[in-house]
């Protein structure tokens, strides 16, 4: 199903959590397929139109939207893990796979509920290997800029100006609990039936890295304050030069940039680096608690 409209979208809330990782584990009884893919939807791979920004009517086109997943468990209640991604995997997901999600992994599970399904984006390692679609040099730019999330992309004003950006942002997270839709039933992780084939998708909200609040439900996409950031008009917006910009300079029409609990974002830049945390979701509109990874 695709998503034109993504607002509203809760961002999810940073929160504590322990990963737990074991060997795969495997069983004599019924047992269905799960097939891991991820996605980041027309957003990312055609762009974030005019109507997407209600405030400013900027309009985003991405070009290059690179991620890391580091792992991918799918466990069941009593944290037996029944599939795991073996080695971190580099995704474009401006790379369209002729209308379908990219694949991480296919798998055989018992059939029964596997409530615990968690991911990481990040960190880089000397093992990551491309996805699909994903090439060498993308696998090779996370690892110079020792980077989990890569962007680069143009914003364009209403009058035709244009701002571009490239930015690497290194702090990698930890996605847990996940839930979202199954059969038009809210689950959390998923559930394997006997004989059965089940897409469990990684959805990359790539709006959110716009948003004007970090835990309001009301947050909706902005670009003109990014766009003024540029300090010395070369059209380009830099995280250094976001770094300069306190939120509580930026004027009320141009965005509030609500911080909710969170004490220290105080910039632009810090602002920017605390969203690019909230992209991970589960299965399309679903979501997962997040926290972030010591390195």
């Known amino acids: 199903m695709t998503r034109i409209n ?9 929160v504590l959590g322990v990963a737990l990782l074991f060997a795969p584990a495997c069983s004599d009884s019924g047992s269905g397929t799960v097939t891991v893919t991820t996605w980041g939807e027309l957003l990312i791979e055609d762009g974030l139109t005019s109507d997407i920004f209600p405030k400013d009517h900027w309009s985003v086109k991405y070009s290059k939207f690179l991620l890391v997943y580091h792992s991918v468990t799918i466990a069941d209640a009593n944290n037996k893990v029944g599939a795991q991604l073996d080695h971190p995997l580099v995704f474009d997901m401006t790379q369209k796979a002729q209308g379908t999600p990219k694949t991480l992994g296919t798998y055989s599970l018992e059939a029964e509920a ?3 399904v968690s991911y990481q984006m990040g960190p880089i390692t000397s093992d990551a290997t491309a996805g699909d679609l994903a090439t060498a040099d993308d696998v090779a730019l996370l ?3 020792q980077a989990t999330v890569h962007v680069e992309g143009t914003g364009t004003s209403p009058d035709g100006v244009q701002k571009t950006f490239s930015w690497s942002f290194p702090t990698p997270t930890f996605f847990e609990g996940c839930h979202g839709e199954q059969d038009g039933k809210e689950v959390d992780g998923v559930i394997v039936t006997n004989g059965g084939t089940q897409n469990v998708e990684l959805t990359v909200h790539g709006d959110h890295l716009f948003y004007d609040d970090l835990q309001s439900e009301e947050a909706v996409p902005r670009f003109q304050a990014l766009a003024d950031a540029d300090a010395n008009n070369d059209g380009v917006i830099t995280l250094q030069e ?6 509580y300079t930026i004027p009320i029409d141009k965005g509030s940039y609500g ?3 969170l004490g220290n974002v105080n910039t632009l830049g810090d602002y920017e680096r605390t969203l690019s945390r909230t992209i991970g979701h589960y299965r399309g509109e ?7 990874v010591a390195q």
Not at 6 to 14: A, E, I, K, S, Y
Not at 286 to 292: A, D, L, T, V, Y
């Open 6 to 14: 993504p607002m509203p979208r809760v961002l999810p809330l940073f």
């Open 114 to 116: 596997w409530p615990n």
């Open 143 to 145: 690892q110079n800029d």
């Open 242 to 247: 976001l770094d300069q910009v306190p939120l």
């Open 259 to 261: 911080t909710g609990a």
């Open 286 to 292: 679903g979501s997962c608690n997040s926290k972030s």
